[in-house]
């Protein structure tokens, strides 16, 4: 009987080694080097709502373009996380806007269609603005492996 009970603890043991893909995963979570993630803190004093634009999968050929995220005055939100896989940075493209028409849109690096309700379209390289779309300016910066946790105040 003793016998049999070692032997069920060896199997349990053995069945409760890591493999690779699950040792990966650990680290990946855990915080290496190549994760990233972008936040957006709001401190201007009033309601903004956010659309902002990544590299969902580290495969992925093209980025998701996300809207709107509504952030009130002193909170923070985390966009995205993610892993730089088989990519040495990542880039979050942001715009957002309040009630009164006041709108953020940092460098206004490149321009997409957004459209006023909530939204989630792969940007495509062939994309046009539906009718109910406008064109607008976004922002874009990038994240690093040597700054991986990006934050973004707009005042």
Not at 21 to 39: I, L, M
Request: hydrophobic fraction near 30%; charge should be negative.
């Amino acid at each position: 009987m003793g016998l049999k009970w070692v032997t069920q603890l060896a199997v349990v043991a053995v069945l409760l080694l890591p493999t690779a893909g699950v040792a990966s995963d650990r680290d990946s979570a855990s915080g290496r080097h190549d994760d990233y993630s972008a936040t957006i803190c709001n401190e201007s004093g009033s309601k903004i709502y956010v659309a902002y634009a990544w590299r969902v999968n580290d495969t992925d050929e093209y980025r998701t373009l996300f809207g709107w995220r509504n952030i009130e005055t002193g909170d923070c939100s985390t966009l995205f996380e993610g892993n730089f896989g088989q990519y040495s940075n990542s880039y979050l493209y942001y715009y957002a806007e309040d009630d009164d028409g006041y709108y953020w849109s940092g460098n206004a690096e490149t321009e997409l269609c957004v459209p006023e309700y909530r939204f989630e379209r792969v940007l495509y390289d062939d994309y046009t603005c539906d009718d109910d779309e406008e064109l607008v300016e976004f922002g874009v910066k990038e994240i690093t492996s040597e700054r991986p946790h990006y934050t973004l105040t707009l005042e």
